[in-house]
C-alpha cells in the first residue's frame, strides 16, 4: 500500500504480496493484520484516516494531503 498511496490494493493483491501464490487462509487474517496496522499509525484505529476499508473492493492507503 505504500508503493501505491490513494489507489484501492484488494485482499487478494495483499494475500499475493504478502505470503504468496500458495496462500490459502481466510479472509480475517488480513483485517486483523490492518487492525493492527492501524493501531501503529492511526489516533483512533476505530475510526481510520490513513488506512481506509473500501467496501467490497480493498484498503487504501491515503496520504496527509488528501
Not at 504468496?20 to 486483523?32: E, S
Not at 487492525?35 to 476499508?53: A, G, T
Request: hydrophobic share 35%; charged share 30%; net charge neutral.
Amino acid at each position: 500500500m505504500a508503493n501505491h498511496p490513494n489507489q484501492i490494493i484488494s485482499k487478494e493483491r495483499i494475500c499475493d504480496e504478502v505470503w504468496g501464490d500458495a496462500y490459502i487462509g481466510f479472509d480475517n487474517t488480513i483485517m486483523v493484520h490492518i487492525r493492527r496496522l492501524r493501531e501503529k499509525i492511526e489516533d483512533n484505529p476505530s475510526n481510520p484516516k490513513y488506512i481506509i476499508n473500501v467496501k467490497g473492493l480493498g484498503y487504501k492507503l491515503m496520504t496527509k494531503e488528501d
